[in-house]
Nanobody
């Protein structure tokens, strides 16, 4: 499956952004989807995951209550709504697809998008 992430940009602290990840190729609804991020000089970290149907979600503690992951299988798209953004959320955000549901380990993901930059100014 091919993944294309979009929606990143520059936003002030406290603002919001919505990332999108469009999938093509294999049947999208068969994959658990996740978002990861990588800040400069840091390792890539898990942000959020959603199950095949979208009925279950899982978040990193650092974003819980501020970010919401969702998916629209009819549009082959997964979203990450990010509210109350903080400067420490600045990173390149990647979407990924996994045969597993709600995986937080990046090695459980087989397909990756190219990343979209999110910059939060203070």
């Amino acid at each position: 499956v091919q993944l294309q992430a979009s929606g990143g940009g520059l936003v002030q602290a406290g603002g919001s952004l919505r990332l999108s990840c469009a999938a093509s190729g294999r049947t999208f609804s068969r994959f658990g989807m996740g978002w990861f991020r990588q800040a400069p000089g840091k390792e890539r970290e898990f942000v959020a995951a959603v199950s095949w149907s979208g009925g279950s979600t899982y978040y990193a503690d650092s974003v819980k209550g501020r970010f919401t992951i969702s998916r629209d299988n009819a549009k082959n798209t997964v979203y990450l709504q990010m509210n109350s953004l903080k400067p420490e959320d600045t990173a390149v955000y990647y979407c990924a697809a996994s045969a597993s549901a709600l995986a937080s380990n990046e090695y459980r993901y087989d397909y990756w998008g190219q990343g979209t930059q999110v910059t939060v100014s203070s």
